[in-house]
């Protein structure tokens, strides 16, 4: 099975003879890569999600690829006959798991959600926050070759928005690819392999952080780096320290690691995933003279 997915030459009307919300879209989503996409309200950012998530057909063009595909929507439907527990575990059923597997994996996604405590609750008595925590668990618990998150991170709570974090570097870090939108330029930065605007009905590629460009990491002799701070236990996983100049042991238990540019996505995912996870401070280009 073709784990990429290709769009080409796709496009989507208003309608059957409206006008064109996107055209001309040609993106090509590979495996084990994390990609954000951008743009104002109503430039056409979630038409194109569901062009690749496959629950809108393109007007014109195609799509190519058949990765197993999990899709968080803009808005998710909260009001299904369905308590949370039998709601994800049907779902799990459905992406192919047995009954005693997708059980399981309900629970654990509930639990690493902090939302076991609505386990049995009706799905339409649910807060929003709560079904925003079903609706993402929904998409993780069958393990896709292919997540896609349009604003995911919207009603979540600080612990549940960090786990979701955690659990898109997992997905990569697996060889999954992610694709997202989300309203906070901050979100994942450093850990994006690439990053697309939607305006004026088309994509446009531009530098992620890493990639070079005004934004990029300073360049030292050798090489572009880049610094992360995080706060955690020691000693860090010996997947972050590889290739890394460390700084440790501060009184709050905060690391600074100079990386280069090329591995920062490497270094990140491995202290996003690692259990305790650790909390990212800051991810900044380092000064021109390179590493300390």
Do not use: C
């Not at 459905?94 to 939302?115: E, M, N, Q, V, Y």
């Not at 850990?191 to 446009?204: E, K, Q």
């Not at 010996?238 to 009184?251: I, N, Y």
């Amino acid at each position: 099975m073709d784990r990429a997915l290709r769009l080409t030459n796709a496009g989507r009307r208003y309608g059957f003879r409206g006008p064109w919300v996107i055209r001309n879209i040609d993106l090509h989503v590979t495996p084990a890569t994390l990609v954000r996409v951008e743009g104002p309200n109503g430039s056409g950012k979630s038409t194109l999600l569901r062009l690749l998530a496959r629950v809108d057909a393109p007007t014109e063009g195609r799509v190519s690829g058949r990765p197993r595909t999990a899709y968080v929507p803009e808005r998710f439907p909260a009001a299904l006959p369905f308590t949370s527990f039998d709601y994800l575990t049907h779902l799990g059923t459905i992406h192919g798991l047995t009954p005693p597997s997708a059980r399981r994996a309900a629970g654990d996604w509930l639990d690493r959600f902090g939302a076991s405590a609505h386990a049995r609750t009706p799905m339409s008595q649910l807060s929003k926050g709560s079904s925003q925590k079903v609706a993402v668990a929904q998409a993780l618990l069958a393990e896709p070759e292919l997540l896609i998150l349009d604003e995911a991170w919207t009603g979540l709570d600080t612990e549940a928005r960090a786990e979701l974090e955690r659990a898109v570097a997992e997905r990569t870090a697996a060889g999954a690819a992610v694709v997202f939108v989300d309203h906070d330029p901050r979100r994942l930065t450093g850990t994006t392999d690439a990053v697309y605007t939607v305006g004026d009905g088309t994509l446009h590629r531009r530098a992620a952080a890493g990639e070079g460009g005004g934004g990029g990491p300073s360049v030292g002799p050798e090489g572009p780096h880049t610094t992360i701070e995080v706060r955690g236990p020691a000693p860090l996983p010996p997947e972050a320290v590889g290739r890394a100049t460390v700084t440790e042991g501060t009184a709050d238990r905060t690391h600074r690691l100079t990386v280069p540019a090329s591995h920062s996505d490497v270094v990140l995912r491995a202290l996003l995933t690692a259990r305790p996870p650790y909390h990212v401070v800051s991810v900044r280009p380092s000064d021109p003279e390179g590493p300390r």
